[in-house]
């Protein structure tokens, strides 16, 4: 603060470094961080961490607020975002370091039955569902206002430890769109989030919830390692520790949805894995290795299938 109490402006590049301290200085204290990191302009480039976007971009309720937390998460201000079922916290550097909290109601039970039975038989596999190759219905159905999968602004609590803390200061709304990139990386987050479980969602699942609460049929299940190979993922931790998220390369983009507002410039090429330490190498190589071994499962259940 100056000497009329105008908040002195910092430019962002001062901000970036900033951030990157403190970040810097929790891991430091022992707190596991997982930083929401966004190359180029586009906040989320998959299926559900663009429509997570697009769906608060659709609340009037939210409109002249949300634009704050664009540059805010670009730049890298969230220093940490953790979603576990119902609630999603956050810290974001601003002129400080703020708490952010963002509560969100489960989908209640008969929603979530009549999206599981709507798209009955239109998904056919946990890989299609969290890559979000789903058919123009299905993607229709989860993403339809006041009935599907995301939330609507009266479903939504927001709360952030800032002086100028109104109904959305720009540390929740960075919070709000930081959760569209975590779904990038992790869209089964979502599903967490809302307290409901994905497979229900799978081809031979829904037809009768009330019965079958059973897990569907075991060729359309894929368990943790299938999903950590598929996202490139390391996920030996729990869906929600607090530990880094690594960067991962994002599932393919599908431009047919893409309404995201920027547009990024191409990404650059991933680094060859002669440019990588061998630490990098060797887990690239347990990643093929893992892929490999997805593939030859997916072929044997396929033989399974057919005799
Ligand atoms: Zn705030």
Known sequence: MDYFGWKRYVPVASRKLQAVSRLANLRKKGRLVAPVTIEGRK???SFWGISWCNNLERYSDYETRLPRGRSYVRNGFVVDLQIA???????VSGSELYDVKVTIAPVA?????????????AIDSLVELLQGRLAKGVMDRVCREGDGLFPAPDEIKLSCSCPDWADMCKHVAAALYGIGARLDERPQLLFALRGVDENEMLAGAGQDLAISKSAPAAAKVLDDSDVAALFGLEMAE?????????????????TKTNKGKASAPAKAPAAQNGDLPRRARSKVGSRRKAKIRVRAKRARRRTDLST
């Not at 079922?85 to 810290?91: D, L, N, S």
């Not at 039970?109 to 038989?121: E, K, L, M, T, Y």
């Not at 607090?242 to 983009?253: E, Q």
């Open 238 to 254: 729990p869906i929600n520790s607090g530990v880094p998220v690594p960067a991962a390369p994002k599932p393919s983009r599908r």
């Open 43 to 45: 906040i989320a480039a």
């Open 85 to 91: 079922k119902g609630e999603v916290t956050a810290i």
């Open 109 to 121: 039970s008969p929603r979530w039955r009549a999206i599981c039975r709507d798209c009955a038989g």
